[in-house]
């Protein structure tokens, strides 16, 4: 055994037998591959040495730092056995991998040299750091990184933060080489009010960005249209300290376990979603390529093949506070894509069995005109810019139900191969239909779905809100 104060220990297979002579005599492990010969550098205030049963131990305490090629990692203690290549790290655990392109936090790691695989601890923590400015932040109860494929998993409460996206689960999967995160387990992910959920959400990253979420299995959306703006630059900077206990590391205000509570809760309120229900066709009503038997104030327009109308291409949003609440759509689908720039959602494609309801808002009182269009179709398309709904498309057997509210009666219910409903300032401006287009105007209001939910829009009814 040997011991020495504030040393610098070079454990390399090839290395230390003359680095630890009282070692020189044990026999070494199976021969090195040239990657596990990499030199595997500890420095600490002490470090002690000894054998047992054949392994070789080292045991570091102090300001424990620890190179091995790209990754450095600091802790308060490690345990190193040799013969296994694995090290045991506790206290204020840092793993840093430059080359990729993350840091994990951690009260208790264990390190696999050969593999490059880390098993994480005790409030373990994961940034990953190609943008430092807009780092993504991982928590849950246990993870393990594998460096060498760039992959990592983190189970059991699993959080997930990017500027004000989170999404949470029971399980996310990392693929650095295709810049993705999958996450399992009655995952939900929203940006403010608006919110996403499903059985399986995957995020796409371009530089460890969020630019695209993609819900598979019982998709749901609830999305909030606003006006007005005001800008807000808040980046989360990555920290340098330890997690686990006694970690020296900050959550952002908003981020930490009371708000993910919070924001879990609110969740709930859309989980019951939208129920794909079939309308049945219209029966002896007017049918054909053109429909003009429309209310003179109802917005909507039953035109032929080839009618004319805005193409619903959209510029890039501003990064902008959002502004009071004018609109609400409601979507359900076998599968939800939104689309971000600059992380704000300009896009979102619903499809399979798909269904949708949007419900203007006062904007002085926020709450429910009363007013409504629900859609159903084969895919759904919602055209956002600046946080407001600018259109919705629908495409395939698409079916609209226009209400115009409880100050008047009845509704306008039209059939076509696309339907779209176009917005200003988030009030519904006009709604067309197109190819084989029919439709009708019925004196009673029509309800897509009776006696499912109570208030807050959960089921889907051509009033403002569910009866």
């Not at 991998?97 to 009260?107: C, E, F, N, Q």
């Not at 959920?197 to 960005?209: A, M, N, P, Q, R």
């Amino acid at each position: 055994m040997y011991s020495a104060k504030r040393a610098c220990v070079v454990l390399s297979t090839l290395l230390l037998p003359f680095i630890v002579p009282s070692w020189s005599e044990a026999p070494l492990a199976e021969e090195p591959s040239p990657a596990d010969a990499e030199k595997y550098i500890i420095e600490a205030d002490l470090t002690e040495g000894y054998e047992l049963e054949g392994e070789q131990i080292l045991v570091a305490t102090g300001h424990v730092k620890i190179t091995h090629g790209s990754t450095t990692i600091t802790c308060n203690k490690v345990t190193s056995f040799e013969k296994e290549r694995m090290a045991l790290l506790e206290g204020n655990v840092v793993v840093d991998d430059v080359d990729g392109g993350y840091r994990l936090l951690a009260g208790y790691v264990e390190y696999y040299r050969k593999e490059r695989h880390s098993i994480a601890s005790k409030e373990p923590v994961l940034y990953l750091t190609k943008r430092e400015d807009k780092p993504i932040r991982v928590e849950s109860i246990f993870m393990e990184m594998f460096s060498k494929e760039e992959r990592g998993i983190a189970s059991g409460n699993v959080w997930i933060y990017q500027e004000d996206i989170t999404a949470q689960g029971d399980q996310c999967v990392y693929l650095g080489k295709e810049d993705k995160i999958i996450l399992t387990g009655d995952p939900v992910a929203w940006q403010k009010d608006n919110k996403l959920g499903g059985e399986v959400i995957t995020l796409y990253l371009v530089d460890d960005v969020v630019e695209k979420l993609l819900v598979e299995g019982d998709s749901r959306l609830i999305f909030f249209s606003h006006k007005g703006s005001e800008k807000d630059e808040s980046p989360e900077k990555v920290p340098e300290g330890g997690g686990g206990e006694g970690s020296e590391h900050e959550v952002a205000e908003g981020e930490g376990e009371e708000a993910g509570e919070e924001s879990a809760e609110d969740v709930d309120s859309f989980v019951p979603a939208l129920g794909y229900r079939e309308i049945a066709p219209l029966a002896d009503d007017h049918g054909g390529e053109e429909y003009d038997n429309i209310e003179e104030e109802s917005p909507l327009d039953v035109v032929g093949e080839e009618g004319e109308s805005e193409d619903g291409e959209l510029e890039g949003g501003v990064d902008d506070e959002e502004g009071p609440i004018s609109g609400r759509v409601e979507t359900y689908g076998e599968t939800t894509t939104a689309f971000l720039v600059d992380e704000k959602v300009e896009r979102v494609l619903i499809e399979g069995q798909a269904q949708g309801i949007y419900y203007p808002y006062d904007e002085l009182t926020e709450e429910e005109t009363g007013e409504s269009v629900f859609v159903q179709g084969k895919l759904i398309d919602v055209a956002i810019e600046d946080d407001a709904i600018k259109s919705i498309r629908v495409l395939g057997d698409a079916v609209g139900i226009y209400d115009p509210g409880p100050t008047e009666q009845g509704s306008t219910k039209a059939y076509g191969r696309t339907i779209v409903v176009y917005m200003e300032e988030s009030d519904i401006d006009r709604i067309i239909v197109r190819g084989d287009a029919q439709g009708t105007y019925l004196e009673e209001k029509v309800g897509v779905e009776e006696g499912e939910s109570e208030g807050g829009g959960t089921g889907i009814t051509s009033g403002g809100s569910s009866q």
